[in-house]
């Protein structure tokens, strides 16, 4: 117990600021790197389930995305409420509950692989999986990226653009590696691939939860409640609901009105447009997606060659998360954002008319369109992590609001 009563469960541990931030990075990477191997060994195992078509990774690829689009908000609203270690603890485990039985439901498709009634169930099965482990995905990080980075920073004197930066470095590590390393064990075996996602996930669930509570208890910020922030209990905001029993159209109309309202306050905001035109850089097939990739493959290009320009095109990603801070620093977080879009897109301009004018020679064409991408990708996530510290800004104004309004 500590003086003000508290329990600690981990005294004495992660005191300095390079174990706290040590143990936060591992938390965060072990959370990417299971999600980005279980993403893209879904697909490939889908492909081995149903060869010859694209239909099932795409539908699954599509409800996955949906649900993350129509239930974030909901997840943000339910992350807002709970207390902050029990929100990331809860996100983790929804996160290695479903990759555990997906995993499961993909080696017996491997072993049936036909067209019967039971792989169609199967199927239905990890597409309802892939969206809950989807939403604890979104859940763990506006948890960890919207509210403890900001806490973080500020209580350990740690400059929040550069914390930015390194979280932002392993995503774009695990989005490079992550599939590598999945493809590589695929070569041999997708079903040896799908072992390995499942031995990594329940191995790593046990680091990744204790590390995070370590970060947790370690930042006293972190232990304050937005209620117990301003001035009110938790027993006593909750006596009154508990006496109030609600119809059931009163607890629908709650729900549509939990789900909906976020959205109207979201679009509010003073960052809305900012958020929203980073949303909208993200529809480009400009990038180094399906249809990219297709396209290359389809022009003569071999698979190692495509490796290579994605291996090219993540490394001047990463490259941004040391020039984004540095230009922030200098002129500030909307002034850099501006420059970087404006940089992505003088390059993805280049690109196309690099295309249109060289045409006649589809692989010149396709170099000229391989090497502005790549050069626009400084740019995307250059301004990426200016309208990510910007939003962070806003968010902890908006989350006091909030709180002031609801208690």
Not at 88 to 98: F, S, T
Not at 235 to 247: C, D, F, H, I, N
Request: charged fraction near 15%; include cysteine; charge should be positive.
């Amino acid at each position: 117990m500590n003086e003000s009563g508290e329990q600690v469960l981990y005294p004495g541990r992660s005191r300095s600021p390079r174990g706290v931030l040590f143990r936060l990075y591992l938390s965060h990477t072990l959370s990417t790197w299971c999600s980005r191997t279980f993403e893209f060994g879904a697909v490939l195992a889908l492909a081995a389930i149903f060869p010859g078509t694209l239909l099932y990774a795409s539908c699954y690829a599509l409800v996955r995305s949906a649900a993350a689009t129509l239930l974030s908000s909901w997840v943000g609203e339910l992350v807002d409420r709970s207390n902050r270690l029990e929100a990331v603890r809860h996100a983790i485990i929804w996160q290695r509950v479903p990759v555990a039985l997906s995993c499961a439901i993909f080696l017996v498709m491997l072993t049936v692989r036909d067209s019967s009634y039971v792989v169609q169930l199967s199927f239905v099965a990890t597409i309802a999986l892939a969206c809950v482990e989807k939403l604890a995905a979104v859940g763990n990080t506006v948890a960890i990226e919207r509210d403890w980075v900001i806490i973080v920073a500020e209580e350990l004197n740690t400059d929040r653009q550069d914390l930015n930066a390194v979280m932002r470095r392993i995503d774009l590590s695990c989005k490079l590696l992550a599939p590598v390393v999945i493809s590589l064990v695929d070569s041999y075996s997708t079903t040896t691939a799908v072992w390995v996602i499942f031995g990594l996930s329940a191995v790593s669930v046990f680091a990744e939860y204790f590390a995070i509570a370590q970060v947790y208890y370690a930042v006293s910020g972190l232990r304050r409640t937005r209620a117990s922030e301003q001035g009110t209990s938790d027993g006593a905001l909750e006596q009154p609901l508990r006496t109030q029993r609600p119809s059931p159209l009163d607890r629908i109309g709650s729900a549509g009105r939990s789900m909906f309202l976020p959205w109207i306050d979201y679009m509010r905001t003073s960052v809305f447009l900012a958020s929203f035109s980073l949303c909208l850089l993200y529809l480009t097939v400009l990038s180094f997606a399906l249809q990219m990739t297709t396209y290359l493959l389809s022009i003569g290009f071999t698979s190692p060659q495509v490796s290579l320009m994605r291996v090219a095109a993540v490394m001047v990603e990463l490259s941004a998360t040391c020039v984004g801070p540095v230009v922030t620093k200098k002129i500030g977080p909307v002034r850099a954002g501006l420059w970087f879009i404006n940089w992505q897109l003088a390059f993805q301009a280049a690109a196309a008319a690099a295309f249109a004018w060289l045409g006649a020679d589809r692989r010149i064409a396709g170099v000229g369109l391989v090497v502005g991408v790549i050069a626009s990708r400084l740019g995307l996530w250059g301004f990426d992590l200016s309208v990510q510290y910007i939003v962070q800004e806003v968010c902890a104004e908006l989350l006091s609001i909030h709180w002031t309004k609801r208690y």
